[in-house]
């Protein structure tokens, strides 16, 4: 069974860093797509970043784009999510997702694996 979990999260002021990180136990972690999704109270689960399996393509939402940057090491079976210059409308619970396979893709349905979350509060 794929488990996924997520830490890292926290509560930051306007323009603070954070960095998300996802622990997994799939096995074979290097033939899978990884993602990072976030959601807000109210609205619905959306797309931040996502990497392939290789690492080549790494797709970003408009809104965090040049401000959070996606990796993992494969070795540790672990994907990151780094985020500077935080706004409060980064304020979401930010999930972790793995599909089988090679694309990076943006949208959740096409993900089979989830993790529960971490919260991200950013407010002054």
């Known amino acids: 069974q794929v488990r996924l979990v997520e830490s890292g999260g926290g509560l930051v002021r306007p323009g603070d860093s954070l960095r998300l990180s996802c622990a997994t136990s799939?096995?074979?972690?290097?033939?899978?797509?990884m993602a990072w999704f976030r959601q807000a109270p109210g609205k619905e689960r959306e797309f931040v970043t996502a990497?392939?399996?290789?690492?080549?393509?790494?797709p970003y939402a408009d809104s965090v784009k040049g401000r959070f940057t996606i990796s993992r090491d494969n070795a540790k079976n672990k994907v990151y999510l780094q985020m500077n210059s935080l706004k409060p409308e980064d304020t979401a619970v930010y999930y972790c997702?793995?599909?089988?396979?090679?694309?990076?893709?943006?949208?959740?349905?096409?993900?089979?694996?989830w993790g529960q979350g971490t919260q991200v509060t950013v407010s002054s």
């Open positions: 799939v096995g074979g972690f290097s033939g899978y797509a």
């Open positions: 990497m392939s399996w290789s690492g080549g393509s790494t």
């Open positions: 997702a793995a599909r089988p396979g090679a694309k990076a893709l943006g949208h959740r349905d096409e993900y089979d694996y």
